[in-house]
């Protein structure tokens, strides 16, 4: 590699019209020497080093054509709430399978697959859990993040594709609540998780819980350690804004009980 070269020669990133895909379009340019983003919304106009492909995850072809040319995938697309399962499936299952099935297809090698804390959001915020911790999914969205893992291990396990799993916290400018106190994951941080799972020399089939380095901790990050990942950023700097009452979790309030939070409450069960 000269040293004007980039080490990819295409990143595709789905979901590129999603909150996190916006903050991911620019910081990931220095990786490749196009990004080609995808989103199922309007993307607006492809800028320098850009590729703009509107497309549908459940168009199969559609999918195998976004595919041509990629060397690794950053895989956001779909829908990124609680929702029915109709639209679940669509979007989020056949969505998944699409991509894994045309990464086979075209031979990329790498794929980072953003999964949910929500695929384990039926444990208790008094339990700590690692990634060989069995699954407990706090609705159709989780259910459909507990699909992908299998799905991807089963691509690496059938023809060798490496993904790494991110269970993606709560990845936002800065925590809302006290349960984002402990799923704080800044951009920075998110940026950096994802440089980690691209450019460490192999990962196999990794899951790797998406937090940046907060005071308290549901999540034991032990299985993800090759990966190289070290935090900068901390919730710590936000604590002032929810001062400790000494009732979290609260009494009968399954949205401070369980680690999935409000998530729990917007389920079909609810309707």
């Known amino acids: ?70 060397d690794v995938v950053l895989h956001f697309g779909g829908i990124s709430t609680e929702n029915n399962f109709e639209a679940i499936m669509t979007a989020n299952i056949q969505g998944t399978y699409n991509i894994y099935e045309a990464v086979h297809k075209a031979g990329v090698k790498r794929v980072v697959f953003a999964s949910s804390n929500h695929a384990v959001g039926y444990y208790k915020t008094t339990d700590y859990i690692d990634a060989n911790s069995p699954r407990r999914p706090d609705g159709m969205y989780g259910i459909s ?12 396990d059938r023809f060798g594709i490496e993904t790494v799993c991110l269970r ?28 980690c799972c691209l450019f460490t020399p192999r990962v196999g089939h990794t899951i790797a819980f998406g937090m940046s380095d907060n005071p308290a901790s549901w999540w034991d990050n032990r299985y993800a350690s090759h990966l190289g990942y070290q935090a900068k950023d901390s919730s710590t700097q936000f604590t002032h804004k929810f001062p400790d009452s000494g009732d979290y979790p609260e009494k009968d309030d399954i949205t ?13 069960q609810y309707k």
């Open 1 to 70: 590699m000269t040293a004007n070269q980039k080490p990819f020669k295409r990143i595709l990133l789905t979901g590129a019209a999603g909150g996190l895909g916006r903050i991911l379009r620019e910081r990931i340019k220095p990786w490749a020497e196009i990004v080609r983003l995808s989103d199922i919304s309007d993307m607006g106009a492809a800028q320098a080093g850009e590729e703009v492909v509107q497309c549908d995850l459940a168009d199969k072809a559609a999918v195998h054509a976004l595919m041509e040319g990629v």
């Open 145 to 156: 993040k507990c699909f992908g893992e299998d799905l991807s291990r089963y691509y690496y």
């Open 168 to 195: 993606i916290g709560s990845s936002f400018p800065e925590p809302i609540n006290k349960r984002m106190l402990v799923t704080y994951f800044s951009y920075d941080d998110l940026v950096e998780m994802l440089r």
């Open 256 to 268: 401070t009980i369980y680690q999935g939070g409000g998530f729990l409450l917007t389920g079909p």
